[in-house]
């Protein structure tokens, strides 16, 4: 049987995480094998060094937390990651334009990040669910999907709320049955992951990874 492991991007991405604590979620990933670990910009380099041939990706976030810088900046900031060794970018989409309707902005946006690490890396795009309706969800997801990324995403983990089941199940109905879905924000316990990847996520963002990892071999 597979380990749920292979599903999770083990994650850290709060302000005050420091070096030795990367270095610990590393040991930690190599000792689980997670599918990646998701650190913010500034551990690229030294992730991607620990975990060289590994087969545990690195990955990391772009215009986070709030999506509201501009196209360019985003690109040149997933261009930079990618240099640095990322292997996957979790991009927030402009969350603004998305809530006034700027569509062909929002598409643009995802596009500039695609466009400029393309062939190199994984994109993902968080859509913060937590500020949308389910239309805009469905919305947004259909976007992420027309404009050439890999993964919908479903929060940063800094809005009122993360992953809902029902909202994985929009996700899923808006790409289709071939596309990524990765659940994150409050994915905390294998029951979670396991109802979350029922309703059709594909990859989960989780800071819980080894609790979650845990539970499921204590489940068996």
């Known amino acids: ?112 990040v695609v466009e400029a690490v393309k062939g190199r890396a994984i994109v993902k795009v968080i859509i913060e669910t937590a500020y949308l309706s389910p239309e805009q969800i469905a919305a947004a997801s259909k976007i992420v999907k027309a404009a050439g990324a890999d993964f919908v995403k479903t929060s940063t983990g800094y809005a009122p709320s993360g992953a809902k089941v029902e909202d994985i199940r929009i996700i899923r109905e808006a790409v289709g049955p071939d596309f990524g879905i990765k659940a994150s924000g409050g994915v905390s316990s294998y029951q979670t992951a396991v109802e979350m990847m029922a309703a059709g996520a594909t990859r989960f963002g989780a800071s819980a990874g080894v609790k979650i990892v845990e539970e499921e071999q204590a489940s068996r």
């Open 1 to 112: 049987m597979t380990s749920i492991a292979k599903y999770i991007d083990y994650t850290l991405l709060k302000p005050t995480a420091v070096a030795a604590d990367i270095e610990k979620m590393c040991r930690e990933a190599l000792e689980y094998k997670f599918a990646s670990i998701c650190i913010q910009p500034v551990f690229v380099k030294l992730c991607a060094s620990l975990l060289a041939g590994s087969g545990v990706g690195v990955t990391t976030v772009i215009g986070f937390p709030f999506g509201a810088t501009k196209p360019e900046t985003k690109a040149f900031e997933a261009a930079q990651a990618v240099a640095d060794g990322a292997t996957e970018v979790d991009m927030v989409m402009n969350i603004g334009e998305m809530l006034s309707g700027n569509l062909a902005a929002v598409q643009e946006d995802i596009e500039a």
